[in-house]
C-alpha cells in the first residue's frame, strides 16, 4: 500500500523559507516522476515541481521558477521541496505524488495523471 507523508509546513512571513519533505513508501519509486502540488482554498490543485525518475533534471511551474527547488532522495525514498522568497500567494495546501514512468525524460504537470496523494502540509506566508 503506497503511503506518502508531507511535512514541513507552517507559517513564514513573506521573504522567508521552508524546507517540505516527503515520505513515500510502500513501493520502489526509482521508475517515477515525483511531483509537488499545491492547492489554496477554493482553487484547483496546480503544478508545482516535479523530478524526473534519475533526479536529473527538475520541473518547475513558472510561478516558483527561481525561488524552490525540488530534489530527492532514493536512499530512503524522500522527497524535498526547498521554498525561498516566499510570497503570500503561495499560501496553499501543498501535496507530494509520484506517477509511473516509462522514460527518464518525461515529467507531469496535470494532477488527474498522477497516481496517489498525501495529506498534504500547509504552507501559510504572511505579508
Known amino acids: 500500500q503506497v503511503q506518502l507523508v508531507e511535512s514541513g509546513g507552517g507559517l513564514v512571513q513573506a521573504g522567508g523559507s521552508l524546507r517540505l519533505s516527503c515520505a513515500a513508501s510502500?513501493?520502489?519509486?526509482?521508475?517515477?516522476?515525483m511531483g509537488w502540488f499545491r492547492q489554496a482554498p477554493g482553487k484547483e490543485r496546480e503544478f508545482v515541481a516535479a523530478i524526473n525518475w534519475s533526479g536529473t533534471t527538475p520541473y518547475y511551474a513558472d510561478a516558483v521558477k527561481g525561488r524552490f527547488s525540488i530534489s530527492r532522495n532514493y536512499a530512503d525514498n524522500t522527497i524535498f521541496l526547498q521554498m525561498n522568497g516566499l510570497k503570500p500567494e503561495d499560501t496553499a495546501a501543498y501535496y507530494c505524488?509520484?506517477?509511473?514512468?516509462?522514460?527518464?525524460?518525461?515529467?507531469?504537470?496535470?494532477?488527474?495523471?498522477?497516481?496517489?496523494w498525501g495529506q498534504g502540509t500547509q504552507v501559510t506566508v504572511s505579508s
Open positions: 510502500g513501493r520502489t519509486f526509482s521508475r517515477y516522476v
Open positions: 505524488a509520484p506517477r509511473a514512468s516509462s522514460s527518464s525524460s518525461t515529467y507531469y504537470r496535470k494532477a488527474n495523471e498522477y497516481d496517489y
